[in-house]
């Protein structure tokens, strides 16, 4: 048994309920699987006894994960979509509880993802009562809509690890063993080469006028941002003639389908999966909302956000969510409007190429690029990867 402070400054008493060494993650997003490889990548170092398996993705397959079910199986953005699936779904969720009834190990570890891992959740807790222990890694955003989500996962969880300070209050107020050991991108991004070595590789001239494109991690992200995207930077370029721009492909969109969009603009260069590099030598970008905004922000370059789905999605959520100012993490973590924000129709080629007009030079960029550094600042130290790991060793490796 072992030792840990609770939120209440009270020590309690934890005693392991499994004595099996196998770790059950459940991720079903690229970033999802990025981050948990991260933590397998340190638990591995810290605590060599873990065995790993769930449902994974290539990052956590090359880390030796086993993998019970591909994060390809659970490809789905937005309730229409989510609805449109949800036989396929509940096969899947049924099958991943059928695998960890069969190995009953010693921690399950739901990544983000909720829809899919609440449900897992509560039909895991309904199965198998408190036999097994369940720790969410990232937190969904649960204080963005249906709040009443938190005190469920409060009474069902044994313990979260989040990655935003405001999350940890927001929980450990409901009651649930909560701890945040900072965001695990910090330290890491940064670009790999410096700015003149990254523009002639990019087959850039000295001059050039950079913009960098990050449309999503999904094709049907891609499909609702880049046509708009593109259509902003056509009407930018009217006043700005030698403007290059640098789109990024996120490694889980096929090779060679981002060809298409861009085969009649020869000012665009589709750079694959080099965020970093391509924001640190941009003028500014534009950037879907999700977890690429909290990484410009680290690179610290000036940017707008726009997010569209489908219309059905957009009115439902518009009837569930309450209380949010904000759509982008950079904004919601400030509590304030640090980088422009574009949702569904608000996201037009007038407004972003309006957007970026004022970000390019001036007072508004100026104060932009101050208050990212600021909203990087509360995302705490590096190393919060190697800290989860430390504590995961010391909470369930007994």
């Known amino acids: 048994m072992y030792f840990s402070e609770n939120h209440t400054n009270k020590f309690q008493v934890h005693k392991p309920l499994s004595f099996s060494k196998q770790i059950f993650w459940v991720v079903g997003e690229p970033s999802g699987d990025r981050h948990t490889a991260r933590l397998i990548a340190e638990l591995k170092q810290v605590q ?46 049924d099958r991943l509880l059928d695998e960890i009834g069969r190995i009953k190990p010693r921690l399950v570890v739901l990544v983000d993802f909720p829809d899919f891992n609440l449900s897992l959740l509560a039909k895991l807790r309904r199965r198998y009562g408190r036999s097994i222990e369940v ?20 009474s069902h969880l044994d313990c979260m690890v989040v990655l935003f300070p405001f999350e940890r209050d927001l929980f450990q107020d409901a009651g649930l063993e909560t701890h945040f050991f900072g965001h695990p991108l910090v330290g890491e991004v940064s ?24 449309p999503g991690s999904r094709m049907h992200e ?28 996120a490694s889980s969109i096929p090779e060679g389908s981002l060809k298409p969009y861009v085969q009649h603009s020869e000012w665009v260069k ?26 410009a922000a680290m690179i610290g370059t000036p940017f707008a956000v726009l997010y569209r789905v489908s219309g059905l999605t957009y009115f439902l959520a518009r009837l569930l969510v309450r209380g949010v100012k904000h759509v982008a993490m950079v904004n919601v973590l400030a509590d304030r409007m640090v980088v422009p924000e574009f949702i569904q129709d608000a996201a037009t080629p007038e407004a972003l190429s309006d957007a970026l007009e004022q970000l390019w030079e001036g007072e508004k960029r100026d104060r932009v690029i101050t208050e990212l550094k600021e909203v990087a600042e509360l995302l705490g130290e590096a190393g919060a990867t190697r800290r989860t790991a430390e504590w995961m060793k010391e909470r369930f490796a007994q």
């Open 270 to 295: 589709i750079i694959d999966n080099r965020a970093y590099d391509a924001l640190s030598i941009s003028r500014c970008g534009l950037v879907k909302s999700g977890t690429s905004t909290v990484e």
């Open 48 to 93: 060599a006894g873990f065995i790993h398996t769930g449902m994974t993705g290539p990052r956590m397959q090359a880390e030796g994960c086993e993998t019970v079910a591909d994060i390809s199986e659970a490809s789905l953005m937005g309730l229409t979509e989510v609805v449109r699936h949800l036989p396929r779904m509940i096969q899947l969720r």
């Open 222 to 249: 891609v499909d609702k941002h880049l046509p708009v995207q593109l259509q902003s930077i056509q009407l930018f370029r009217k006043s700005h003639p030698n403007l290059k721009v640098l789109l990024v492909r």
């Open 191 to 214: 670009p790999s080469k410096k700015t003149a070595e990254l523009y002639k590789e990019f087959g850039l001239e000295k001059d050039d006028e950079v913009i960098t494109l990050m």
């Open 135 to 154: 720790m969410y890694y990232i937190s969904p955003q649960v204080w963005a809509w249906r709040r009443g989500r938190i005190q469920t996962m409060a």
